[in-house]
C-alpha cells in the first residue's frame, strides 16, 4: 500500500512538472485594423513582447492598408511608379493569386471596385441601381495583374486592390511569426475573430476556439457559439454574411462579392470557417467559400489535406444545418 501510494505520488509531482506554469503567460489586448485582438503567449523569459508586436502590427498596417494614404498598397492602388513593394505586399500578392487560380476567381484581389461600389471597401459607395457593374467588371480580374520585378503590373491602370479578404489573416501568421522567433510555443493570436495556435493554453489543455452561429447582427452584440474545437497547431478563419450588410428598400446587400458576376453573393452558405496551417490561407478560403457555396466548396476541402472545413447552411425550409469535414469533426468538444 505505501508503495502504491509512493507511485501515486511520484506521478502527480511528475504530471506538476510537466505543466507550463500560469505565471509566464502574457495577455495582450489592442485596437488595430479597425478591430481587437487578444493574444496570450506562454514566454519563458517572463517579459511582456506587447511593444514590439504593435510594432510588427504597425508596420504590416503600413504595408496593406488601405485606409492609409501612404501605404504600399494605397500607393500601388494610385499607380505611384515609385513605391518600393515590401515583404507582406509581395508575399499577399503571390499567395493570392495563388488561390484566385485554385478557385477559379472566386477569391480575388481586384475585386476592390465592386467592393466599394457596394460600400464594403475603402471608398464611398454608390446607390445599388447606380452601380455600373459591368463597366466595373472590365477592370477586375486576377489574370489582368502580375508581378514583375518587384513592380505590379496591370493591363488597366483603373485596377486596385482589396486585401481585406487575407490581410487580416496574413497579420496574425505576422505576430504569430514574430512569437515563434522569440522561441515562443505556447500562443494564440485573435485578430478580429481570425486566430492562430499552438501548444497548450494558459489552462494546461489544448485551444478552445469557438465558431459562431451566423446571427444577423453587424454590432457584434448578439453572438451565440454553435460549436468548441480544440486546437493546438493551426489557424481558423471565419467568412459570414451575417455581420456586414445593409438593407435597401427591403433587400440585404452582404459584403462577399462574387468577383465574376459583381453583385453580392445569395445562397444558402451562411457561414464558411476554415483551418489551414497558415491564417492567411485560411482567410481567402473562408471568403471564396462564401463565393462558391456549399458543393463547389466542399469539393475543395475534400482535395486539399491542408484543409478543413466546416460550413452552416439553411436547407430548404430555411433550417440550419452543418457540414464539418472529417478530420474536423475530430476536433469538436462541444
Known amino acids: 500500500m505505501i508503495k502504491k501510494i509512493q507511485l501515486l505520488v511520484l506521478a502527480a509531482l511528475l504530471m506538476f512538472a510537466c505543466q507550463p506554469s500560469k505565471k ?3 495577455f495582450n489586448e489592442g485596437y488595430i485594423w479597425g478591430t481587437i485582438y487578444h493574444i496570450i503567449y506562454d514566454n519563458p523569459k517572463g517579459n511582456d513582447l506587447h511593444e514590439e508586436i504593435k510594432v510588427k502590427m504597425n508596420e504590416f498596417d503600413h504595408s496593406l492598408s488601405t485606409y492609409k494614404p501612404n501605404s504600399i498598397i494605397s500607393r500601388v492602388n494610385n499607380n505611384d511608379t515609385t513605391v518600393i513593394l515590401d515583404h507582406y505586399f509581395e508575399t499577399v500578392f503571390k499567395r493570392s493569386l495563388e488561390i484566385s487560380k485554385i478557385t ?3 477569391f480575388d484581389m481586384t475585386v476592390a471596385p465592386l467592393v466599394n461600389a457596394w460600400g464594403f471597401g475603402f471608398k464611398n459607395k454608390l446607390e445599388p441601381e447606380d452601380i455600373p457593374v459591368d463597366s ?14 518587384h513592380k505590379v503590373i496591370k493591363s488597366d491602370l483603373r485596377i486596385m486592390f482589396d486585401p481585406s479578404a487575407i490581410a487580416k489573416g496574413y497579420g496574425v501568421d505576422v505576430v504569430a511569426d514574430f512569437l515563434e522567433s522569440k522561441g515562443i510555443s505556447n500562443y494564440m493570436v485573435e485578430i478580429g475573430g481570425e486566430i492562430r495556435v499552438k501548444g497548450v493554453s494558459d489552462k ?9 452561429r451566423p446571427i444577423d447582427d453587424p454590432s457584434l452584440q448578439k453572438r451565440e457559439i454553435q460549436d468548441v474545437l480544440s486546437m493546438e497547431d493551426g489557424a481558423m478563419a471565419t467568412s459570414g ?4 450588410f445593409y438593407i435597401k428598400d427591403g433587400k440585404k446587400y452582404a ?8 453583385y453580392p453573393v445569395q445562397h444558402s452558405l451562411l457561414s464558411a470557417s476554415v483551418i489551414a496551417p497558415d491564417c492567411m490561407t485560411a482567410d481567402a478560403y473562408a471568403t471564396a467559400f462564401m463565393v462558391l457555396g456549399l458543393e463547389k466548396s466542399k469539393a475543395i476541402v475534400e482535395q486539399d489535406p491542408n484543409l478543413e472545413a466546416y460550413f452552416i447552411y439553411a436547407d430548404e425550409e430555411g433550417k440550419y444545418q452543418t457540414y464539418s469535414s472529417e478530420k474536423l469533426k475530430t476536433l469538436i468538444i462541444q
Open 104 to 106: 477559379n476567381g472566386a
Open 241 to 244: 454574411n451575417y455581420r456586414q
Open 255 to 262: 459584403h462577399t462579392i462574387d468577383p465574376k458576376l459583381g
Open 136 to 149: 466595373l467588371l472590365q477592370i477586375v480580374g486576377y489574370n489582368k495583374v502580375s508581378l514583375q520585378n
Open 204 to 212: 494546461n489543455r489544448k485551444w478552445r476556439v469557438g465558431i459562431d
Open 24 to 26: 509566464d503567460y502574457q
